[in-house]
């Protein structure tokens, strides 16, 4: 299993521009989110999505659209680059939607919006 | 709403010595506690997971416990390596809408 796969590794953005980031799981995992990670705050939850066809808003998640289609793959958009959301993004997965599961994270996509 | 802490943010020890990080977590009602490693310019690897019925668990030199109605979680390191030097980050799985919320980590280094 390659477990849970994102891509790209590192972004530049300019203010105003869209992007996509990829994320993958190939553990036939339910549960997917993603997360943003600052300095000195800790992982925050962006989005979440229990299934395909179903999303859910986290913590912070203005400026980010996300979609899931299929059950392997959930990616994250952003909509309007801007400096604020310049950040580690991680994206995680889990069996299920309860709290029994470990959740696995994916390797990061550093982004840095000018 | 939920706050994390880990206290302290950063710690320096020497080789062998066991040490113990704290994570404590304002609401009791939690799924699970989980521990995490993070290596520099790296992702998030899963130590322990504690659910909320349970007390510990262990695995290897590792030793993570849980009092849920106190709101702590200790992680502790016995014989600690230099190979342990890593960013160690405690998560809380909300019981009521499955939120995980983050402590903002302890910093570990262990010196030869």
């Known amino acids: 299993n390659a477990g849970v796969t994102q891509t790209p590794k590192f972004q530049v953005l300019k203010t105003g521009q869209s992007m996509t980031l990829q994320c993958a799981q190939d553990m036939n995992h339910e549960y997917m989110s993603w997360y943003r990670q600052d300095p000195g705050m800790g992982l925050r939850l962006i989005h979440y999505?229990?299934?395909?066809?179903?999303?859910d808003q986290g913590e912070v998640p203005n400026g980010y659209n996300v979609s899931r289609s299929t059950t392997e793959d959930f990616p994250l958009r952003l909509l309007s680059a801007a400096p604020s959301q310049t950040s580690v993004y991680f994206c995680?997965?889990?069996?299920?939607?309860?709290?029994?599961?470990?959740?696995?994270f994916g390797p990061g996509t550093r982004l840095t919006v000018l | 709403k939920q706050e994390v802490t880990q206290i302290p943010a950063a710690l320096s020890v020497p080789e062998g010595e066991n040490l113990v990080l704290n994570c404590s977590f304002t609401d009791s009602a939690i799924y699970n506690l989980q521990w995490f490693r993070q290596d520099p310019g790296k992702g998030l690897t899963s130590l322990l997971l504690?659910?909320?019925?349970?007390r510990e668990q262990t695995s290897g030199r590792l030793n993570a416990s849980l009092d849920k109605s106190s709101g702590r979680s200790t992680l502790y390191i016995a014989a600690s390596q230099p190979g342990d030097s890593a960013t160690y980050l405690c998560a809380v799985r909300m019981y009521n809408n499955n939120d995980m919320r983050f402590g903002a980590g302890t910093r570990l280094t262990v010196k030869p």
């Open positions: 995680a997965s889990s069996y299920g939607r309860d709290g029994y599961n470990e959740q696995f």
């Open positions: 999505s229990v299934g395909a066809g179903i999303t």
């Open positions: 504690i659910q909320s019925s349970q």
